[in-house]
T-cell receptor, first 114, second 108 residues
Framework: EADIYQTPRYLVIGTGKKITLECSQT?????MYWYQQDPGMELHLIHY???????EKGDLSSESTVSRIRTEHFPLTLESARPSHTSQYLC?????????????FGPGTRLTVT | GEDVEQSLFLSVREGDSSVINCTYT??????LYWYKQEPGAGLQLLTY?????DMKQDQRLTVLLNKKDKHLSLRIADTQTGDSAIYFC????????FGTGTRLQVFP
């Protein structure tokens, strides 16, 4: 059983607000990821990190930012939420020492911006 | 390019076998995965197969890999209503690329 947590699970917020989605894992994994999942099911990688102080943008352009100050923590921030940010956000982690990049996922945060 | 394709929907009767198909493009993939996503949840790793294998069986799940055709399949025997979910295949080369997902619906 993977130990990766996301909070909040659900968030409804007004346009223009700043929000931070939290993601934490207790497995000591170096690699962490944020995916955005649209209603059509497809996953889009928006950010990833290979370790502390390492962050990279993913395949899908996103107005969000991330930070990685501690191994276990990888928060995602939206400075000014817009309705187009409404989506499901999934966090994942994997062990750098494994060559397979087997990713473990959190339960997700469903964000609605009104 | 990197494309992992799946059919969008599959509907099966309870007790029948389900076969979910996936095609990928990168012949250098080293691992191929199947993930399951239940409503309102994250993805759960179901099984994986090394690229030098043709088949892997794990209880009700059978994974078949045809490297020549770059085709991966997941067979679920004796499909139950609890198997209703979205299934994602994924290929790994230097990063993990997810497929488009297949929504499996099991009806009584």
């Amino acid at each position: 059983e993977a130990d990766i947590y996301q909070t909040p699970r659900y968030l409804v917020i007004g346009t223009g607000k700043k929000i931070t989605l939290e993601c934490s894992q207790t497995m000591g994994h170096d690699k962490m990821y944020w995916y955005q999942q649209d209603p059509g099911m497809e996953l889009h990688l928006i950010h990833y990190s290979y370790g502390v102080n390492s962050t990279e943008k993913g395949d899908l352009s996103s107005e969000s930012t991330v930070s990685r100050i501690r191994t276990e923590h990888f928060p995602l921030t939206l400075e000014s939420a817009r309705p187009s940010h409404t989506s499901q956000y999934l966090c994942a982690s994997s062990d750098r020492d494994r060559g397979s990049d087997e990713q473990y996922f959190g339960p997700g945060t469903r964000l609605t911006v009104t | 390019g990197e494309d992992v394709e799946q059919s969008l929907f599959l509907s099966v009767r309870e007790g029948d076998s389900s076969v979910i198909n996936c095609t990928y493009t990168d012949s250098s993939s080293t691992y191929l995965y199947w993930y399951k996503q239940e409503p309102g949840a994250g993805l759960q790793l179901l099984t994986y197969i090394f690229s030098n294998m043709d088949m892997k069986q794990d209880q009700r799940l059978t994974v078949l890999l045809n490297k020549k055709d770059k085709h991966l399949s997941l067979r679920i025997a004796d499909t139950q209503t609890g198997d209703s979910a979205i299934y994602f295949c994924a290929e790994y080369t230097d990063k993990l690329i997810f497929g488009t997902g297949t929504r499996l619906q099991v009806f009584p």
